[in-house]
């Protein structure tokens, strides 16, 4: 990653227009050509640097639903509830993280009344709780990342 | 950079008309745009209709916060923010959007949510992701956060990721 590189990364995270040529309308701001800021997007994906180029949906806004869920599992069932957990499509992230309440893993489903159907069926398979922990209120989204 | 949104989310999910097209178009660019000289033409093109139409129908869905925001979704492990703790906070129910707030004007803060406690195993009512470059740094700022709150916390503590076991984009079908 290049200086022009992170020039991309760090003031590319919104705004992107919505025109004919959007490409080239950014690639001019930053002293590039359309097809050079084309291949470093490209490039940036295929490194793994970005994760996506695009839009990004609030998925309540489109009728959905998001919730974040806990669960407590014991260290000899980990892997095992893991692979329970992970094969719902409704699950988005799954992360283990350092405490009792062990692993953490975002629903996001069609319609509301879904995420409790989800919720029932995922603690019939791994046989233990699922902590709904659905937000009451949000208060900010979006870090911007500076590379 | 950034403004503080304050949201409800049961009151936005029943405001939002969208249409058969709109979805058609979100299940169409939610892997990405396509990166081409005219990405809305090329969308256009694959779902057969006029590329004005694409355009207009994008606007409106950013005007209408459908579209949170267009451009780089830039993986943060990467970018070297290798620590990433979510700080979770125990504060007075009767001043938790207060809080919540200035929890969320933090520059180091990235999501910082209301969320239910469950008793008696999890005390906590405010949820804020903090990254960091390391654990030091974002113990530093974990610290502010505790020193911002004085008196109103009630206890806190910090769960680092030790690992990802799964991450996929949201999934919306047309």
Redesign the interface.
Known sequence: MDAMDRA??NS?????????????DVATTLGLS?DDL?SR??N??V????????????????????T?A?M?IPPAEFDRV?EI??SF?E???????????N???VL?T?T?EEIGRVIVKIEHKTGHIV?N??????????????? | MHAAQIKTSSVESDTMPIDTTDRRIIAATQAGLPLVTRPYHAIAEQLGIEPQEVMQRMNRMCESGVIRRIGAVPNHYALGYQANGMSVWNVPDDRVSELGRKIGDLDCVSHCYHRPRHLPDWPYNVFAMVHGRDRAEVEQKVKQIAELLGDANQGHTVLYSTRILKKTGLRISA
Not at chain 1, 137 to 142: K, M, P, R, S, T
Request: aromatic share 14%; hydrophobic share 50%.
């Open positions: 991309i990364v590319l995270q919104g705004g992107f227009p919505v025109t004919e040529q959007p490409f080239a359309e084309i997007i490209g940036l994906l490194q793994g640097t970005l994760t996506r180029f695009g839009p990004m949906y609030h998925a309540e806004r489109l009728g959905g639903a998001l974040l806990a407590k893991a957990v992970n499509p699950v988005a992230h799954n992360y283990a993280r350092d405490h009792a309440f692993m953490w893993f996001a069609e509301p902590h922990m659905p937000k009451v209120e949000e208060f900010f989204v979006g870090l911007r990342f500076e590379a």
